[in-house]
């Protein structure tokens, strides 16, 4: 029989006799960090490539009770990462049942927390809030106010007869009501500098300073934020003195290695069908991310914004959904792209890219170029020439073969069975099924003409190789 689970303390009395000891938001997030290290846990399961970079400086920034800004371009993981910080919380954490914001049952710093603890003493209720419930994030636009982040004079209480200088007049903001909790501000220098004075306020006076009313409020919460390098300068858009503030300045990028932008796109995507199966060869995932990564040096393309990641999972997406079209028109139920889909990126490319100044129209040949490149370096990683050498003779002696999204993977047996120099390759990739070989196939042509060694001509969708 499994043990009975002992029954949480339900007031302040009960919480004192258990010998619950409160903790402020940065011992608690410290303690359970160093009790992950002692027992060898992943700190961050979900977060590849920063593992020697950005990660060991997180951590020194809990360890040391530092506020935290991750500077870095989009679609660099920040808002996961600083999401995942509450995994850094307790399970739960008791607070006073009845007020407005988290309060610490034994030292409550409102005095709506004080008069519910004078009040009823040791049979004040406890309400436990989960990890989820202490985290709340705000993005910074430039009509976020004070009353947003910090609190506002409520009117119907100063109706009540209440005066404007009274605390119990307030109505809190985002910042107290995640007090004892973490707090996170994207975008950081988006917010207006009164704002920035605010929250400046906020994490070094610990004041809530309301329509020129100062209240002594002694917040204990951990201030995230998260910001474009840019802007975040004191020629940008941040004012020096809250820039000060943060202790640690974590600076991210993207992955430098193709397997850990490969882990990312393997997790983020989007499930195919599940009566359908979805094989796609190695060579196809590494032309998408190589598409991103020729992206990232392209000077067409705005560096300064970056190139996401989600780039390389947005084109993953669509070469896998056109695989799916075509054999939902051919009938077959496996789904393996080719290099004839990697035309249909160029939507889900153009979405995640920012342009330099160019001229109408360039956009789809920009892209174009970049999966040529990607193509080119990628069939060179697998390939030499001159061991496709036999396959280039066969069209020499006047084969011309079609291929593309109009041919089903079983007729390219026919074309394997044409030049039986393909087997030898196909067999060094590993391609076993119809639509693998098929796939391997217009790799290797496709890899021979972009090395000069194949002529191709292409009408809509039917693409001819030839000499």
Request: aromatic share 6%; with cysteine; glycine share 6%.
């Amino acid at each position: 029989m499994a043990p009975r689970r002992k029954k949480k303390p339900q007031t302040v009395g009960e919480l004192k006799a258990s010998g619950y000891e409160v903790s402020t938001i940065r011992e608690e997030l410290r303690k359970n960090l160093i009790a992950k290290l002692k027992n060898g846990d992943r700190l961050f399961p979900k977060i590849f490539g920063y593992d020697e970079t950005v990660i060991p400086h997180i951590t020194n920034a809990i360890l040391a009770g530092q506020d935290i800004v991750f500077l870095g371009e989009r679609g660099q993981a920040k808002s996961r990462i600083i999401r995942s910080l509450v995994d850094f919380l307790d399970e739960e954490y008791p607070t006073l049942a009845g007020c407005e914001i988290p309060e610490d049952p034994y030292q409550p710093i409102t005095t709506e927390g004080k008069n519910l603890l004078l009040e009823h003493g040791d049979n004040s209720e406890i309400r436990w809030l989960s990890r989820d419930e202490r985290y709340s994030e705000k993005l910074a636009t430039p009509d976020i106010t004070i009353a947003d982040l910090i609190g506002e004079v409520d009117p119907i209480k100063v109706a009540e007869g209440r005066y404007l200088s009274d605390e119990l007049t307030i109505h809190y903001g985002l910042i107290p009501r995640t007090n004892h909790g973490i707090f996170c501000i994207n975008e950081l220098p988006d917010l207006a500098e009164r704002i920035q004075v605010g929250l400046l306020n906020i994490m070094e006076e610990r004041d809530v300073q309301i329509r020129g009313h100062r209240v002594r409020l002694p917040l204990d919460v951990f201030v995230v934020a998260s910001a474009n390098p840019e802007d975040y300068t004191n020629r940008g858009r941040i004012i020096t003195p809250l820039k000060d503030r943060y202790g640690a300045q974590v600076r991210t990028h993207y992955p430098k290695s193709l397997e850990h932008e490969l882990d990312i796109v393997e997790i983020e995507k989007h499930p195919a069908p599940a009566d359908f199966s979805v094989k796609v060869p190695s060579f196809m995932n590494e032309i998408v991310i190589e598409i991103t990564k020729q992206a990232r040096k392209s000077p067409d393309i705005n560096q300064r914004s970056g190139v996401s990641v989600r780039t390389s999972i947005a084109n993953y997406e669509s070469i896998v959904a056109n695989a799916l079209r075509r054999s939902l028109a051919h009938k077959e139920t496996e789904i393996v792209p080719r290099i004839s889909d990697l035309p249909y990126i160029i939507p889900s490319t153009s979405g995640k890219v920012e342009f330099e100044t160019i001229e109408d129209g360039q956009e789809e040949e920009i892209i174009t170029k970049l999966v040529e490149n990607a193509i080119i370096i990628v069939f060179n990683r697998f390939f030499n020439i001159p061991e496709l050498e036999e396959i280039v003779d066969r069209f020499r002696s006047g084969v011309s073969i079609e291929v593309g999204e109009s041919i089903s993977s079983k007729e390219y047996a026919k074309i394997i069975k044409l030049i039986t120099s393909l087997k030898e390759p196909i067999g060094k990739l590993n391609a076993t099924s119809a639509g693998t070989k098929a796939s391997v196939v217009e790799f290797i042509f496709e890899g021979l003409h972009l090395n000069k060694r194949l002529n191709k001509d292409q009408i809509g969708s039917k693409i001819l190789y030839r000499t």
